[in-house]
């Protein structure tokens, strides 16, 4: 019998993964970019059913923020017209994983090409956070995308996220639960908590990169709450995902979302490393 190189990737024949492992990063990485060859070729709906976690969530948006099951969403979809029309072609441009390499995330560009005509049809950057299954394997937990006003150039080749600079802010004893506390309605303590090399994706605009650039985006922004809805945490306690809903204000007919990327910084302290949002 034949075995065809999804059947590696999807887990068939992929060994488990000793925690502490040394490349974990380097193989969450490979994943992404066999998640976006078998994607390429089989469209999203089946592509994604392949490399998604059978816990994997969806935000939806509406009057009220809620999570469910990005499985159950695409599967409802109907099965794509072969051969495709368009193509999603994505690459992962930077990212962090855990010290315990069981959680990740990866944020990249990505463009959907029309094939008869070799164009783009859209264009943005895509989030994604991947976890670590029993059997070693990796599979996305939450998808997330943005689009941009033109393509994300210079999104290649790799490269690791920077650690968190060390904050004055907060304890190394500190919940994350008590950290998205203090940071739901206070812009201050948002600010604080931002690092160095803090990137932030919102619709329709290109990534700001650096507390700079996001501080001076922050200043010409109403007050805002956020509302907490999920907290995703690895085991070894140094990296974490949160996802809430934003409070868009008296009047407003639907709820933005956000998801940060909180990782430890030297002295132990919750520091905010990525944040994507759709309003």
């Known amino acids: 019998m034949r075995i065809t190189w999804l059947a590696l990737l999807v887990g068939v024949l992929v060994p488990v993964q000793s925690v502490g492992d040394g ?7 490979a994943w992404e970019r066999a998640f976006a060859a078998a994607t390429e070729q089989i469209g ?34 109907p099965l794509p017209r072969l051969p495709l029309v368009n193509r999603l072609l994505w690459e992962p441009y930077t990212g962090h994983i855990a010290a315990d390499g ?3 995330w990866l944020t990249g560009g990505f463009v959907s090409l029309n094939q008869a005509q070799q164009v783009p049809v859209r264009q943005g950057a895509y989030f994604s956070v991947w976890k670590r299954q029993a059997n070693g394997t990796w599979r996305v937990w939450l998808d997330e995308g943005i689009g941009l006003p033109q393509i994300w150039q210079g999104a290649s080749p790799f490269r690791v996220a920077p650690e968190p600079d060390e904050g004055t802010v907060g304890t190394a004893t500190e919940t994350l639960a008590d950290v998205e506390r203090s940071v739901a309605g206070d812009a201050a303590a948002w600010r604080a908590r931002l690092a160095t090399g803090v990137r932030l994706h919102r619709e329709g605009t290109m990534p700001l990169v650096g507390r700079e650039a996001v501080l001076t985006w922050a200043d010409t ?26 409070d868009a204000g008296v009047g407003a007919k639907t709820q933005g979302s956000w998801v940060r990327v909180w990782k430890r910084d030297l002295g132990g302290r919750w520091r905010i490393v990525f944040q994507t949002e759709t309003e």
């Open 44 to 77: 999203v709906r089946d592509g994604f059913l392949t490399f998604f976690a059978d816990d994997s969530i969806q935000i939806q948006r509406g009057a009220k923020v809620a999570l469910v099951s990005a499985r159950e969403a695409l599967a409802s979809q």
């Open 23 to 29: 490349q974990a990063l380097q193989r969450m990485v």
């Open 102 to 104: 069981t959680l990740g």
């Open 221 to 246: 922004q109403a007050a805002r709450r956020y509302a907490l809805l999920r907290t995703e945490e690895a085991g070894s306690g140094d990296l974490a995902v949160t996802i809430g809903a934003i």
